[in-house]
């Protein structure tokens, strides 16, 4: 029976190097700093038009209860219904740009989010009963103003084509290091069945 490093015809052949299995090499790419800060803003944004979801909810709500502005009350339920494709065009689903296209560019989406704003501001409430829904109603709006402004401006400078192409670049590269790993993993597994059949 031939020993570790010769074949059965007397020749001496180099041994393969062990690899430990617990030392396999991690490969992980480190997140692109420009995707990250363009999550985060997507989340600012996701986060005003929720803002703005609640506060149009709660004007709706003490429209109809009053029954006193009726057409109040509906213009709510739009304003609603309008920032709740603010929210999903913010999570970037596929099936959202499938139909709505335009809210793949962010010029689009930011006059979208400047309507939602307009919308939620029209019709304030100066009976001065509820100070705190005022307060709400300028705060959500300004905020949602103000990410549908940066948005329209970036997406002028083309700054959403960018992101794109880097998030498709990102793409490849965790496949390419899941790839890798892969590979890396069959050579583990392909040099324990040779030192098995060797010995």
Not at 32 to 55: G, H, K, N
Not at 57 to 85: P, Q, T
Not at 87 to 116: H, N, P, S
Request: proline residues 4%; hydrophobic residues 45%; glycine residues 6%.
């Amino acid at each position: 029976m031939p020993r570790n490093g010769e074949r059965d015809d007397g020749e001496s052949v180099a041994p393969l190097p062990r690899v430990p299995s617990g030392s396999r090499t991690r490969l992980r790419a480190r997140p692109d700093p420009f995707l990250v800060a363009c999550r985060c803003f997507s989340v600012l944004t996701s986060l005003a038009a929720i803002l703005c979801i609640a506060v149009n909810v709660l004007s709706a709500v003490r429209s109809f209860k009053n029954g006193s502005d009726i057409f109040s009350g509906i213009f709510r339920c739009y304003a609603v219904f309008v920032a709740c494709f603010v929210v999903l065009a913010e999570t970037e689903w596929g099936f959202i740009f499938k139909f709505w296209q335009l809210l793949q560019y962010w010029t689009g989406r930011g006059m979208l989010q400047i309507f939602v704003a307009v919308m939620t501001r029209a019709f304030p409430d100066y009976s001065g009963e509820k100070k705190y829904l005022i307060l709400l109603q300028n705060i959500s709006c300004y905020l949602l103003l103000a990410c549908g402004v940066v948005y329209v401006v970036l997406g002028v400078l083309c700054i959403g084509f960018l992101k794109r192409a880097r998030q498709q670049k990102e793409i490849s590269r965790e496949q390419a290091v899941k790839d890798l790993e892969e590979l890396e993993r069959r050579r583990e597994e392909l040099e324990q069945l040779l030192i098995v059949e060797r010995v």
